[in-house]
């Protein structure tokens, strides 16, 4: 990955981030903001409740009222009907006046002012006629709202009904005493037969009443964003509105339930973790490897191996490559990392695939040609490998022996393990070379150890030939040794003519390297043995 694909994913990262942490917060302060407004609502709807209970109670009662007026058997208007009214005015606290009237709205007598004539009254009250009734029920109920005529000269809620009545103070209907606490900004009874507020606190100016009821009107019974509700009764033709005051945004902030938000905001950052970390493991190096193995993308080159004495191609040497996108990576920059990581053991597996399928015809048909694979320390601790391998090319219909294993010094972390392991391979009938060789701290000892078929002599020893370094004659003692050992010897990394023909001398049997042929696709390899074979 170049430092501008880093870049573009570093601030695609940081979007990312970014819109996981904000997403879940503004949720969250959605989610506040709904509940703030359910509470509202909720605490407005038991506000409206308990202000129609009280509103039909009231009702109820002045109507119980109005009914003992009517039973009263005393003449109207006279001394003792009179008693009668106070004796029921004072005995219901909230009737503040009851009086009877004939049948033309003309008033006569009330239990503050005893009987009235219609002269001494003409100058206080400006007229003495009731106006039409505002409403009037099927059963001849009649009701004045906001009657100011009466008595006082305040303005009152009046009920009557065949010539008697009863007034009381229509604030009583709004009264919130004992009505459970919520931000309500004003409240209104309503006469739903007639659509007239009946009672409205603060007390109503035009302009609120007509406003409450437009909003009774028009407002569905509850709305959960609406700073009203509007309860109806189900006994009788009334109904409640309930306003919330308009709070201003910050009064609105602040009494926001945090709680939510907090959540919202600490998934966010939780969320934002773990798709940083999901990303980051992504981008990372071992994410990226195992991506690979996942998906598969590693190819493998073959390099021929040839015989000295004859330059005839005898196998090749299976060589995996990481295809990144539309780059090759060696595998020395990703080897170590997988053993590492514990991702070798796959690609080894994925080798070992990619060989048989495309060489598995060819070495069915050319018995006398092997490939060799290279495996790692995990590989050389269990018999993993070798089981997976014994099925593998039997189904191929290749023989064990056109299968060897390349086997370095690095792989005998444990060598009791490396040991049994490279014995059940030879067992099985894959020859096994020891790699690298003369590279290592202990290579001599391993030899001692370890009954093997063969050593290839590190690249580093052949590059010396022919010169004068100290380490120029290494490549032919280790012929030497191979020889007393009994043991094959394959020379890497041979590139000019006076090498392979001076280990050749020694007695190196086979060479690999550029002389001969850098590392070919399974077509190429094919056709070079094909060549050689015919040399
Ligand atoms: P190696 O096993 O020593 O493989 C030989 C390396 O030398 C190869 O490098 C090959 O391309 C290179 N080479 C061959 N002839 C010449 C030459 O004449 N001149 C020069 N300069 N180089 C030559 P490559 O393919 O990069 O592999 C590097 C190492 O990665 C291998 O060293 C081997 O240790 C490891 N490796 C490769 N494939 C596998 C695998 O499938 N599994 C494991 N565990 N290791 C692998
Ligand atoms: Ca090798
Ligand atoms: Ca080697």
Not at 456 to 480: C, E, L, N, R, Y
Request: with cysteine; charged share 20%; glycine share 8%.
């Amino acid at each position: 990955m170049n430092n501008s694909q880093r870049g573009a994913l570093a601030a695609l990262l940081i979007v990312i981030v970014v819109i996981a942490a904000l997403a879940p917060a503004g949720i969250g302060f959605l989610f506040a903001q709904r509940n703030q407004r359910l509470e509202e609502t909720e605490r407005l709807n038991l506000f409206a409740d308990a202000t129609l209970r009280r509103a039909e109670d009231l009702t109820r009662h002045l109507l119980g009222a109005l009914g003992e007026i009517g039973q009263v058997s005393a003449a109207p208007c006279s001394r003792p009907y009179l008693t009668e009214l106070r004796r029921i005015a004072l005995a219901h606290a909230q009737v503040r006046d009851a009086g009877a009237y004939d049948q033309d709205g003309h008033w006569q007598c009330s239990s503050l002012l005893g009987a009235v004539s219609v002269g001494a009254l003409d100058g206080v009250t400006g007229g003495l006629m009731l106006p039409p009734p505002d409403w009037r029920s099927r059963d001849g109920m009649l009701a004045w709202y906001g009657l100011a005529r009466l008595p006082g000269g305040k303005a009152s809620l009046v009920m009557g009904r065949n010539g008697f009545y009863i007034a009381a103070d229509p604030a009583l209907y709004v009264d919130s005493h004992g009505a459970p606490a919520a931000p309500v900004d004003g409240v209104a009874v309503i006469n739903t037969e007639v659509s007239r507020v009946i009672a409205s606190a603060p007390a109503a100016d035009a302009a609120a009443t007509a406003a409450v009821l437009a909003v009774y009107r028009t407002a569905p019974p509850v709305r959960d964003c609406s700073p009203y509700v509007v309860r109806r009764s189900a006994s009788m033709p009334l109904a409640v509105v309930v306003s919330a005051p308009h709070q201003p945004w910050r009064q609105r902030v602040r009494t926001l339930p945090w709680g939510w938000l907090l959540g919202g905001v600490a998934a966010g950052l939780l969320v934002a973790g773990w798709a940083a970390y999901f990303i980051l493991r992504r981008l990372s190096p071992r994410g990226q490897l195992s991506d690979a193995v996942r998906r598969h993308q590693f190819i493998v080159a073959y390099q021929p191996i040839v015989e000295l004495a004859t330059r005839r191609c005898v196998g090749a040497e299976a060589l995996v490559r990481w295809k990144y996108h539309d780059r090759i990576v060696r595998p020395d920059d990703f080897i170590p990392l997988a053993e590492n990581r514990g991702l070798i053991q796959a690609i080894t597996d994925q080798v070992l695939d990619t060989v048989l399928l495309e060489l598995g015809d060819f070495l069915r048909r050319y018995r006398e040609y092997y490939v060799s694979v290279n495996l790692s320390a995990p590989d050389l601790t269990t018999h993993r490998f070798l089981d997976v391998l014994g099925p593998a090319i039997a189904r191929q219909g290749v023989r064990p022996g056109q299968i060897r294993i390349e086997a370095t010094e690095r792989g005998f972390l444990d060598a009791e393990a490396a040991k049994d392991v490279i014995s059940a391979f030879r067992h099985a009938g894959h020859a096994v070379y020891l790699d690298d060789f003369g590279t290592g701290y202990s290579s001599l000892s391993h030899l001692q150890n370890f009954r093997v078929d063969g050593l290839k002599i590190d690249k580093s020893f052949v590059d010396t030939v022919g010169q004068d370094a100290a380490s120029s004659s290494v490549a032919s003692h280790i012929v030497d040794m191979a020889a007393t050992l009994e043991v094959q010897v394959i020379a890497e990394g041979i590139e000019r003519e006076e090498q392979a023909a001076y280990l050749h001398a020694r007695g190196a049997q086979f060479g690999q390297g550029w002389l001969f042929s850098p590392p070919l696709t399974a077509a190429e390899f094919i056709r070079y043995a094909g060549r050689t074979r015919g040399a």
